[in-house]
């Protein structure tokens, strides 16, 4: 039976609270100080993992993906490998922007996006939709190559939301119920006999220096 640990990147000076928050996309940031920390935090709660040991890790190609996957890397001796199913959304001309100013700039496309998600197709950029496909084509891949092993996934906060949905059999417009805090960790299982994944930890963040 797979197990995925799916954990979302450590912080950046893009998402380090109130008034920081920006569409970061593609935009390939490093990690800050604190979120140098959280990575090493996440090492240390995994690196000794007995249930279904550790076979494969894999992040996003941004920096601050790889950067949170690293310590744990190389507690384990494993390679890092990248895969474009774990970029975040392309958000298209809101990259860079504050929701104040995408809600300025795009008031319909932005009430959207926080009401029907599903119903969004950022200018220049993708749907829920088009990620959703990339997801579902990483956890096949992923299935196939580790069957009955241990699997990290190390990605972004639309990502991850959508990767969850998935998993789930959820709509897409749940992505606000599900929350992904920046070096969280989410714990799924293959139920083989109902065939279903089942979610055995959510956002979980007792590892986190200060929580």
């Known amino acids: 039976m797979i197990h995925i640990i799916l954990i979302r990147h450590g912080q950046t000076g893009w998402n380090a609270g109130a008034g920081c928050e920006r569409f970061r996309g593609r935009t390939d940031l490093p990690l800050d100080d604190a979120g140098l920390a959280q990575a090493q935090a996440l ?18 190609p941004l920096l601050r993906a790889q950067q949170t996957l690293a310590p744990l890397a190389a507690e384990l001796g494993l390679p890092i490998q990248t895969h474009p199913g774990l970029l975040d959304i392309n958000y298209g001309r809101f990259q860079g922007l504050t929701h104040t100013e995408a809600a300025d700039l795009y ?105």
């Open 43 to 60: 090492a240390g709660r995994l690196a000794g993992r007995q249930a279904a040991p550790i076979a494969a890790l894999y992040a996003s």
């Open 107 to 211: 008031p319909e496309l932005y009430r959207l996006w926080r009401a029907t998600p599903s119903r969004v197709r950022f200018p220049e950029g993708e749907s829920l939709a088009d990620l959703q496909a990339r997801v579902q084509a990483l956890l096949g891949e992923v299935a196939d190559r580790h069957p009955g092993q241990g699997v990290v996934l190390v990605g972004h906060e639309i990502a991850n939301k959508v990767m969850v949905c998935t998993l789930l059999g959820l709509d897409l417009d749940q992505i606000w119920r599900i929350r992904q805090e920046p070096a969280c960790l989410n714990l799924f299982r293959y139920d083989l006999p109902r065939q279903r994944w089942i979610a055995h930890t959510l956002n979980d963040t007792c590892h986190l220096p200060g929580v």
